[in-house]
Nanobody, 125 residues
């Protein structure tokens, strides 16, 4: 079993930064793909960034966040981070951490088995 606990959300003005954390429990081999997803009111869930924690640490990003967001991991602390810079009002959403055991990490949330409770990010203009 995997448990994911997010933290680090909050309110910030446009252009600001936030760092989200996702603390994971459970055997690493059953959560070798971890990612961040977001959902704004009235919108579909969107994959933001994913990382292959089980090997080379390869990453993938949604086009909307490339160059602004960075996903990283601290294996010793079983934690995945999402550094968000140059935030825009359209980044406002509930952000969820997710995990799955897979050979390749997808930005499509339907492939993920484990989910956290989410942390709210609000960006004001």
């Amino acid at each position: 079993q995997v448990q994911l606990v997010e933290s680090g959300g909050g309110s910030v003005q446009a252009g600001g930064s936030l760092r989200l954390s996702c603390a994971a429990s459970g055997y690493p081999y059953i959560r070798n793909c971890m990612g961040w997803f977001r959902q704004a009111p009235g919108k579909e869930r969107e994959g933001v960034a994913v990382i292959y924690t089980g090997g080379d640490g390869s990453t993938a990003y949604a086009d909307s966040v490339k160059g602004r967001f960075t996903i990283s991991q601290d294996n010793a602390k079983n934690t995945v981070f999402l550094q968000m810079n140059s935030l825009k009002p359209e980044d406002t959403a509930m952000y969820y951490c997710a995990a799955v055991s897979a050979l390749a990490c997808s930005l499509r949330g339907l492939y993920y088995q484990y989910w956290g409770q989410g942390t709210q990010v609000t960006v004001s203009s």
